[in-house]
Protein backbone atom coordinates (compact mmCIF):
# COMPACT_ATOMS: atom_id res chain seq x y z
CA UNK A 1 0.00 0.00 0.00
CA UNK A 2 1.43 3.35 -1.07
CA UNK A 3 1.39 6.16 1.27
CA UNK A 4 -2.00 7.83 -1.97
CA UNK A 5 -3.74 4.60 -0.74
CA UNK A 6 -2.76 5.45 3.15
CA UNK A 7 -4.91 8.54 2.37
CA UNK A 8 -7.42 7.63 0.58
CA UNK A 9 -8.46 5.19 3.44
CA UNK A 10 -7.74 7.72 5.98
CA UNK A 11 -7.84 11.42 5.17
CA UNK A 12 -6.71 12.48 8.33
CA UNK A 13 -4.70 11.02 11.56
CA UNK A 14 -7.72 10.66 13.55
CA UNK A 15 -9.57 8.76 11.21
CA UNK A 16 -6.26 6.60 10.84
CA UNK A 17 -5.44 6.52 15.00
CA UNK A 18 -9.25 5.24 15.33
CA UNK A 19 -8.72 2.56 12.96
CA UNK A 20 -5.44 1.17 14.78
CA UNK A 21 -6.96 1.24 17.81
CA UNK A 22 -10.74 -0.97 17.21
CA UNK A 23 -8.60 -3.98 18.09
CA UNK A 24 -6.89 -2.44 21.50
CA UNK A 25 -9.52 -0.50 22.64
CA UNK A 26 -11.96 -4.12 22.34
CA UNK A 27 -8.82 -5.46 24.67
CA UNK A 28 -9.99 -2.82 27.55
CA UNK A 29 -13.53 -2.92 27.12
CA UNK A 30 -12.95 -6.82 27.52
CA UNK A 31 -10.87 -6.25 30.41
CA UNK A 32 -13.39 -4.08 32.36
CA UNK A 33 -16.29 -6.23 31.73
CA UNK A 34 -14.61 -9.17 33.47
CA UNK A 35 -13.64 -7.12 36.00
CA UNK A 36 -17.62 -6.01 36.81
CA UNK A 37 -17.99 -9.94 36.71
CA UNK A 38 -15.69 -10.08 39.65
CA UNK A 39 -17.91 -11.18 42.96
CA UNK A 40 -15.34 -9.26 45.17
CA UNK A 41 -15.60 -5.43 43.94
CA UNK A 42 -11.73 -4.74 44.99
CA UNK A 43 -10.53 -8.21 43.25
CA UNK A 44 -12.12 -6.76 40.26
CA UNK A 45 -10.94 -3.22 40.31
CA UNK A 46 -7.34 -4.61 40.95
CA UNK A 47 -7.42 -7.48 38.57
CA UNK A 48 -8.88 -4.44 36.34
CA UNK A 49 -5.63 -2.04 37.22
CA UNK A 50 -3.02 -5.01 36.62
CA UNK A 51 -4.35 -6.08 33.18
CA UNK A 52 -4.90 -3.08 31.51
CA UNK A 53 -0.99 -2.18 32.98
CA UNK A 54 -0.41 -5.47 30.95
CA UNK A 55 -1.92 -4.05 27.86
CA UNK A 56 -0.10 -0.36 27.97
CA UNK A 57 3.36 -1.94 28.78
CA UNK A 58 2.59 -4.26 26.12
CA UNK A 59 2.08 -1.79 23.39
CA UNK A 60 4.69 1.35 23.62
CA UNK A 61 2.97 2.93 20.78
CA UNK A 62 -0.23 2.93 22.57
CA UNK A 63 0.67 5.23 25.17
CA UNK A 64 2.71 7.28 22.75
CA UNK A 65 -0.55 8.35 20.80
CA UNK A 66 -2.91 8.87 23.55
CA UNK A 67 -0.61 11.20 25.41
Known sequence: MGIATLYRRFPTREKLVAAALVGK????????EQALAVAD?????AGFVVRICELQAGDRGLSDCCR
Open 25 to 32: ITEYAGAA
Open 41 to 45: PWAGF
